[in-house]
C-alpha cells in the first residue's frame, strides 16, 4: 500500500468570501513577481521553494493559493506536517473572479 502523505482538503476559489477570510490566513505561495502582478487582499506571500521556513500562527487556519492550484498543495501538504491547520484553494488565481491588488 502507498503512502502519500496527508490528505489535503481544498475550497473552491468561488467559495471565498470576506467573511471566510476574516477566519482563515491567506498564504500566496507564487513567486514574489507572481504575487507583484496582482494578488487577493490580505494574502501573505511567502513562495513555495521557501516554505519549510514559513513559521505562522498556528493559532488561526491557513488558506494556501498558487496560480493553479499545483503548488498550494504542495505547499499545503508540508504545512500539514508542520502541524498547520491548512485548505488549499483549487484553481487558484486562475479561478479567483474577486478584486485583486497590484498589477494592471
Known amino acids: 500500500m502507498w503512502f ?15 467573511q471566510l477570510l ?5 498564504l500566496d505561495v507564487r513567486t514574489p513577481a507572481e504575487f507583484k502582478s496582482g494578488h487577493i487582499r490580505g494574502a501573505l506571500n511567502h513562495p ?13 487556519p491557513i ?16 504545512l500539514l506536517k508542520k502541524g498547520y491547520q491548512v485548505k488549499n484553494v483549487s484553481g ?3 479561478a479567483w473572479n474577486g478584486p485583486i491588488k497590484g498589477g494592471k
Open 63 to 78: 488558506l494556501v493559493i498558487c496560480q493553479s492550484g499545483m503548488r498550494s498543495r504542495q505547499a499545503a501538504k508540508a
Open 22 to 26: 476574516k477566519k482563515y490566513q491567506l
Open 92 to 94: 487558484g488565481m486562475n
Open 48 to 60: 513555495l521553494a521557501q516554505i519549510q521556513l514559513f513559521q505562522g500562527s498556528k493559532d488561526k
Open 4 to 18: 502519500f502523505g496527508p490528505r489535503v482538503e481544498a475550497i473552491k476559489a468561488d467559495e471565498i468570501n470576506n
